[in-house]
């Protein structure tokens, strides 16, 4: 089965000489497979006489059209189409009563679209787009018999009530300018603010308004917000973004005690750790982004997760990545470090009501320190030290070293394509060489140079920053959350990215993060923050990867073992065998 998909955001025909028609063999040949749309100028593509021959794909300067082959399997199976040369969606996530049912796989492959559908806000259309609103029997009859059925009947006959939290929340403030009050009030349909507001930790910021709130702050209010309405399907859109492990945790616990009450649960979630604790079944979604998204048959949540890293799926044969994402086992970490970039000692910083302290520490070249600890006990003060942002109340700290710094909000007021912005921080390092293959085309900022700096997504915003911090000349890296909004596959390829770039330039780097994944693949040693947040944080380290996992996981009270599979971290589910053992042995994080 062959698709033809048009990228609208990427075609320019102002800017090009029509090589997709001119070199088309069949167009050459007198037959009309593309044709060139009056008003537009943009071409539209006959899939039936399509020959697949790929020309027009190379020949298209911006990258904007995408033709391949799909399994014949998938005939008749098409569930939405946008359009003749638009997005298709294959199958659809089955919400199942009293379970959370997962969803894992990249941006831009129809979560979006199949929470439409799952609605009924939009009616499935099972790719034929010139009809408007099918009949809702004839689209039931296209399902197999199963849970997916019964629930699109369910949706047909009585409608059901959804409720969304967003993935990009730090848009709220956007949209609601008032305070978080008056926001979860308005939403409340079961009277139990309070109650969240206990649970979520945010009583004490419910009279701010939203634009006063940090992305952490925000994801909670966002939580309330959708916790609180009535509702039959509740769809999470990367809950765990700007969380620490003691609120992700939290969330995870919260989230299962509404599968209790009997209602149904989507998540999309990226933090793998966080996805395999809390899910009780998984759906596989893979394609090509924005042009056409397959979900695979639900199936257990380990299984699940290990395919995906592995690349592979059995039940459709498939190969959805070219190497499978590796996690270190038995290897002591740290063994190529070099000498000492940065030290500081006995640094001390007030901030309002905050106080920060920290030991002596140093980082060394061909180093990567992970950054862990509880929100707001002074991590990005400590980086912002560090890079001279802020200057230190007590204490020193080596300043000689030069520093490329990513913030933790990422945003552009760049003027101009992805392409003008990497020529403008990077000159013409980015578009060749070590670099180019061990960071850009990994990140896939070779797919945005086209797109303007200012529409990029927040994914798509985060791969850029990453790569423009990594293409500077510095001595030292500090990334702060570079796995915000970015897909789980996109994080792992961003670990890697850090860590070649640190060996082979014999460079360091400083990387704050939640996600014990990435900290776990990204890293040699480990600086961890303890205290309370907002009140007083306190950095020890660096310090083993072992001793400072064990350190910041027993103030968390989890435990993490190793997959026998795939050797990633899993949690352990709290007061299981595994879980007391390890808490008698101090290992709470097990490396081997």
């Not at 009056?38 to 190379?58: M, T």
């Not at 959370?100 to 499935?124: C, D, F």
């Not at 001279?388 to 070293?401: F, K």
């Not at 072992?546 to 997959?563: A, E, I, Q």
Request: glycine share 8%.
């Amino acid at each position: 089965m062959r698709v033809a998909v048009l990228l609208e955001d990427r075609c320019q025909p102002k800017k090009c000489n029509a090589e997709c028609w001119a070199f088309c063999p069949p167009v050459r040949n007198g037959i009309e497979c593309i044709v060139l749309d009056d008003s537009s100028g943009k071409p539209l593509v006959s899939e039936p006489l399509c020959i697949g021959c790929g020309i027009c794909v190379n020949k298209c300067p911006f990258d904007a059209l995408i033709i391949t082959n799909l399994p014949e399997e998938l005939d008749g199976e098409m569930t939405h189409r946008y359009g003749e040369n638009g997005f298709r969606l294959f199958r659809l996530p089955a919400p199942r009563e009293e379970q959370v049912v997962g969803i894992l796989g990249p941006n831009g492959m129809g979560k979006s679209t199949a929470i439409n559908l799952l609605s009924g806000s939009l009616r499935p259309n099972l790719g034929d787009w010139t009809i408007d609103s099918r009949d809702w029997h004839e689209i039931i009859e296209s399902f197999p018999r199963g849970e997916l059925r019964d629930y699109l009947s369910m949706v047909a006959e009585e409608g059901v009530k959804i409720a969304v939290k967003p993935q990009y929340i730090d848009k709220l403030p956007k949209i609601f300018d008032g305070k978080a009050m008056e926001l979860l009030a308005r939403v409340d349909d079961r009277g139990e603010l309070d109650h969240y507001a206990e649970l979520l930790a945010i009583d004490h910021i419910l009279d701010r308004t939203l634009g006063q709130l940090s992305g952490g702050e925000l994801q909670r209010v966002a939580m309330a917000a959708t916790l609180l309405k009535e509702a039959d399907v509740y769809f999470f859109d990367e809950p765990s973004s700007y969380l620490d492990i003691h609120e992700r945790m939290r969330v995870v616990r919260i989230i299962q005690d509404m599968v209790e009450r009997g209602k149904r649960i989507l998540v999309v979630e990226h933090d793998l750790a966080i996805l395999d604790v809390l899910c009780d079944l998984l759906h596989v979604v893979y394609g090509e982004r924005a042009a056409f998204g397959i979900f695979t048959p639900a199936r257990s949540t380990r299984t699940a997760i290990n395919a995906y890293l592995d690349g592979f799926l059995p039940e459709e044969n498939v190969r959805i990545r070219d190497k499978p994402i590796q996690f270190l086992r038995g290897r002591v970490r740290g063994e190529e470090v070099g000498q000492t970039i940065l030290s500081w000692g006995d640094m001390e910083k007030t901030l309002g009501d905050f106080n920060l302290k920290t030991g002596e520490g140093q980082v060394r070249s061909a180093e990567v320190v992970g950054v862990v600890g509880p929100n707001a006990t002074g991590k990005t003060t400590m980086v912002k030290m560090i890079a001279g942002e802020i200057e230190p109340d007590q204490g020193w700290c080596t300043m000689d070293a030069e520093i490329s710094y990513k913030p933790q909000h990422v945003s552009t007021d760049f003027d101009g394509t992805v392409q003008d912005w990497l020529d403008t921080e990077l000159g013409g390092k980015w578009r060749s060489g070590e670099f180019n293959t061990q960071v850009i085309r990994p990140l896939q900022v070779d797919q945005l140079l086209e797109l303007r700096a200012k529409k990029l997504s927040g994914g798509e915003l985060q791969a850029v920053s990453i790569a423009i911090c990594l293409g500077k000349e510095a001595d030292l890296y500090l990334l702060d959350e570079p796995s915000a909004h970015l897909d789980a596959n996109a994080r792992m390829e961003a670990a890697k990215a850090i860590r070649r770039t640190m060996e082979s330039n014999e460079k360091a780097a400083m990387v704050i993060d939640h996600d014990i994944y990435f900290i776990d693949i990204v890293s040699d040693s480990l600086l961890v923050f303890d205290g309370k947040g907002g009140s007083h944080g306190n950095a020890q380290g660096p310090m083993s990867l072992r001793k400072g996992m064990n350190r910041f996981l027993s103030d968390v009270d989890v435990t993490f073992r190793r997959d026998h599979e795939s050797f990633r971290p899993r949690i352990n589910k709290p007061g299981s065998r595994k879980d007391r053992e390890q808490k008698v042995s101090g290992e709470y994080f097990y490396l081997e």
